[in-house]
C-alpha cells in the first residue's frame, strides 16, 4: 500500500516478496524509471491499485489476468505515473548503495563475491561511518587490515571513497541489471542510453 505522503520511491524496497511475481515497472511522469537501481517496481496488486485510484496509466500488460467479481483485468507490466516525482539529491548510506558505488568489488584487491565493508580509518581509531571512510572489501582484505591504518596495513585503496551523487548511482546501477527484467520493459530501461556508434 503507498504511504499517505504518496511517496512512490520506498515502498516497493520495503515489501521484495511481493515483487517475485509480474511485478509492474514504475515509470516517472517523464517516462523514466523511478530508480534503476534498485529498479522501481511494485507488486502487481499495487499496480492495479494505483490505476483504480488514477495515479498511473497502463502503458503495458502482461498476458497473465487477474479477476474480481465483476471484471477480468490484464496485469500491468510497465506503469507512468500522472504527477512527477522529484527525484532525491541525495543517495542514502546504505550497505547495498555502498556495494553499488564500490561496484561489488574489493576496493582493495578488486575481487568479487564475499563482500564486507570496511572502515579505512578503523572505529577504534576515531574513524567514522560515512561514505567517506567505508569502503566494500572481501573477507580476506578486511582480516588483513584489521585494525590498522593503510600505511601500517601496507595496503592502498583502488579509489578514495567519496559520497557519490544520485547521477552517478544510475550510471553504476545500469550496467548491474537486476537477474530478471520483463521485455515490456526494455524500451523505458535504456532509451536515454548513449548510442554505441
Given amino acids: 500500500m503507498l504511504d499517505d505522503h504518496g511517496d512512490f520511491r520506498t515502498h516497493f524496497v520495503r515489501e521484495p516478496s511481493g515483487l517475485r511475481q509480474h ?13 534503476y537501481y534498485p529498479l522501481s517496481l511494485w507488486p ?13 496509466s497502463i ?11 465483476r471484471q477480468a483485468f490484464r496485469i ?13 539529491k541525495r543517495v542514502a548510506f546504505t550497505r547495498f548503495n555502498l556495494f553499488l ?3 561489488f568489488s574489493c576496493q582493495y584487491c578488486g575481487s568479487k563475491g564475499d563482500l564486507t ?20 572489501a572481501c573477507s ?15 595496503m592502498r585503496l583502488r579509489q578514495t571513497p567519496r559520497s557519490p551523487s544520485s547521477e552517478e548511482m544510475h550510471a553504476v546501477g545500469r550496467r548491474f541489471p537486476p537477474n530478471h527484467l520483463h521485455e515490456s520493459w526494455m524500451d523505458f530501461l535504456y532509451w536515454d542510453a548513449e548510442l554505441e556508434s
Fill in 44 to 56: 502487481w496488486q499495487e499496480a492495479i491499485k494505483a490505476v483504480f485510484l488514477d495515479r498511473v
Fill in 101 to 103: 558505488r564500490d561496484e
Fill in 140 to 154: 580476506p582484505c578486511n582480516l588483513k587490515k584489521a585494525n590498522k591504518s593503510l600505511r601500517h596495513s601496507g
Fill in 117 to 136: 565493508f570496511d572502515h579505512v580509518i578503523p572505529r577504534s581509531r576515531g574513524g567514522i561511518t560515512s561514505w567517506e571512510n567505508v569502503v566494500a
Fill in 59 to 69: 502503458l503495458a500488460e502482461y498476458d497473465e489476468v487477474v479477476r474480481s467479481q
Fill in 76 to 88: 500491468p507490466s510497465v506503469v507512468v505515473l500522472k504527477d512527477y516525482v522529484k527525484p532525491r
Fill in 23 to 35: 511485478p509492474a515497472l514504475v515509470l516517472n511522469a517523464d517516462y523514466r524509471p523511478l530508480s
